[in-house]
C-alpha cells in the first residue's frame, strides 16, 4: 500500500513522515493478507522495480490531488499543492505492477492517478463541473452518496451489482477515461465512480473509500484472493 509523506506531529515531535490511516492496513489483514507500506522513494523507476518484486499485489491509496501537469492542464486554484515526489513513486509502481501483471486496487486518489497514467484527465474541482459538494462535505467526514454497479463487471462480482451506497471524500473526479478502462459503476449525476481493465489483468479502481466501510472489505479480498493467485503462479514459473 502506498502512503502519505506529509508533515505530520507525534508528541513533541512536527516532522515530514510516511504514514496510512489504520483501517487501510485492518482491511488488508482482516481479508488475510499481509499488509506492506510504501513511502515515495527517489529513484523512483529503479526503486519500484526492487519493491515489486517481493510483492503479490499493489493497492493505490487516497491522499493529495495529482498534479494536473502530469493530464497537460492548468492548475485550478482549488487544486492541491503537488506532491511530486508521490506522483512520480505512485505511477512507477503502477507500471510496474502492470508490467508485471501483478493485481492492483486503486481507491480514491489511486484511480485519478491510474487514469491520468492510462492517458485520461481529471475534473479538478467538481463543484464547479457539476454543480454540488455532495462527495466531499468537509471536516473529516465522509459523506454517503449511491452509486450503481455495472452487471457483469468485476466489481459487481465483489459487491453485487445495482445500488450502493459508499463512502466519499473527494473533489476531483474523471474527466475524460483512460486507454484500456471499462466504467462500472458511477452516480446519478454520471460521475465515474468505479473502473477496471478491459483486459484480463486485476485492475478495480473505485473513487470511494472501502476501507471506511467494513462491508466494503470486499474489494480488500478480491485482490488478497487475486495476490494470492498471482504468488502461486509466481512460484510456479520460478519451478519451471
Not at 48 to 63: F, K, R, Y
Not at 85 to 105: C, K, N, Q, S, Y
Not at 112 to 138: C, I
Request: charged share 20%.
Amino acid at each position: 500500500m502506498t502512503t502519505y509523506l506529509e508533515q505530520a506531529k507525534q508528541g513533541v515531535w512536527d516532522v515530514r513522515a510516511a504514514f496510512l490511516p489504520q483501517q487501510y492496513f485492518d482491511a488488508v489483514t482482516a481479508s488475510g493478507g499481509i499488509a506492506v507500506l510504501l513511502p515515495p522513494q527517489p529513484g523512483a523507476e529503479a526503486a519500484a522495480g526492487v519493491v515489486l518484486e517481493g510483492l503479490d499485489g499493489l493497492i493505490l491509496t487516497g491522499g493529495l490531488d495529482v498534479d494536473p501537469a502530469l493530464y497537460g492542464a492548468e492548475r485550478h486554484p482549488l487544486t492541491d499543492p503537488a506532491r511530486p515526489d508521490r506522483d512520480a513513486w505512485e505511477l512507477a509502481l503502477f507500471r510496474g505492477a502492470e508490467a508485471r501483471r501483478m493485481p492492483v486496487l486503486a481507491i480514491c486518489r489511486g484511480l485519478q492517478l491510474v487514469n491520468v497514467a492510462r492517458g485520461g484527465t481529471l475534473h479538478q474541482h467538481l463543484p464547479e463541473a457539476l454543480g454540488t459538494e455532495r462527495f466531499r462535505v468537509g471536516g473529516g467526514v465522509f459523506a454517503v452518496n449511491e452509486v450503481e454497479v455495472e452487471r457483469g463487471s468485476r466489481l459487481a462480482g465483489l459487491v453485487g451489482d445495482g445500488a450502493l451506497d459508499v463512502h466519499s471524500y473527494h473533489h476531483q473526479g474523471v474527466d475524460r477515461l483512460g486507454e484500456g478502462l471499462v466504467v462500472t459503476a458511477r452516480t446519478d449525476d454520471g460521475l465515474v465512480q468505479a473502473f477496471e481493465s478491459d483486459g484480463d489483468g486485476y485492475l478495480v479502481g473505485v473513487q470511494w473509500h472501502p476501507e471506511e466501510n467494513r462491508e466494503d472489505r470486499r474489494l480488500f479480498a478480491g485482490l488478497v484472493a487475486e495476490a494470492s493467485v498471482y504468488a502461486a503462479s509466481r512460484h510456479e514459473g520460478a519451478l519451471a
